[in-house]
């Protein structure tokens, strides 16, 4: 277990609709990470937070959108979905954002677009 | 552009003898950091090990060994005497940005298959 807590774990829904992915940090980590996982587009950075503030951006799309609140967790908005956002969302967490910090990942969500 | 080659998509070996996955990494940024990380049939995310652009010595942390050779932009992941439950997928990352920020890009994996 690494610490990282992500809900729900299995999320279906259909086109066109909206959903919010959760995650929990590790105690005491300020920074949190944003992954997709899929067969097509492999492990993808979306999105780094490091104490409420973005630090970081990838290959987010435009219909998602996230943010950190003051109690360090984290949510992740993915709007008009489509079927080619189905795929495992991991949430990471670090200590301190910088370089050669460890990242410790959640267990993941896996959205289902049908 | 940042890259992450990670060319042998399956790999078999034999339990209790040693492997080696290869990473190669294209960047031209002098402040990198490289990892890999371990994903079982159970889906989650595992962080191996860590090796830092400017680290002079090699990475090691217990049966796990990075062959870093900056030159070559190779960073190759050495599993010492494998054991079964080191079957699963292995990914190679690198991690670059500022003090801003840090994006990571991923490898498309390989797939370890240790045989009794």
């Known amino acids: 277990d690494s610490g990282v807590t992500q809900t729900p774990k299995h999320l279906i829904t259909a086109t066109g609709q909206r959903v919010t992915l959760r995650c929990s940090p590790r105690?005491?980590?300020?920074?949190v990470y944003w992954y997709q996982q899929s067969l097509d587009q492999g492990l993808q950075f979306l999105i780094q937070y490091y104490n409420g503030e973005e630090r970081a951006k990838g290959n987010i799309l435009e219909r998602f959108s996230a943010q950190q609140f003051p109690d360090l967790h984290s949510e992740l908005n993915l709007s008009s979905l489509e079927l080619g956002d189905s795929a495992l969302y991991f949430c990471a967490s670090s200590l301190t954002g910088v370089l050669a910090d460890t990242q410790y990942f959640g267990p993941g969500t896996r959205l289902t677009v049908l | 552009a940042q890259k992450i080659t990670q060319t042998q998509p399956g790999m078999f070996v034999q339990e209790k003898e040693a492997v080696t996955l290869d990473c190669t990494y294209d960047t031209s940024d002098q402040s990198y950091g490289l990892f890999w990380y371990k994903q079982p049939s159970s889906g989650e995310m595992i962080f191996l090990i860590y090796?830092?652009?400017?680290?002079?010595q090699n990475a090691t942390e217990g049966r796990y060994s990075l062959n870093f050779q900056k030159a070559r932009k190779s960073a190759n992941l050495v599993i010492s005497a494998s054991q079964l439950g080191d079957s699963a997928m292995y990914f190679c990352a690198m991690r670059e940005g500022n003090t801003g920020g840090f994006k990571t890009i991923f490898g498309a994996g390989t797939r370890l298959f240790v045989k009794a």
């Open positions: 105690s005491g980590d300020l920074s």
């Open positions: 090796q830092g652009s400017y680290d002079e």
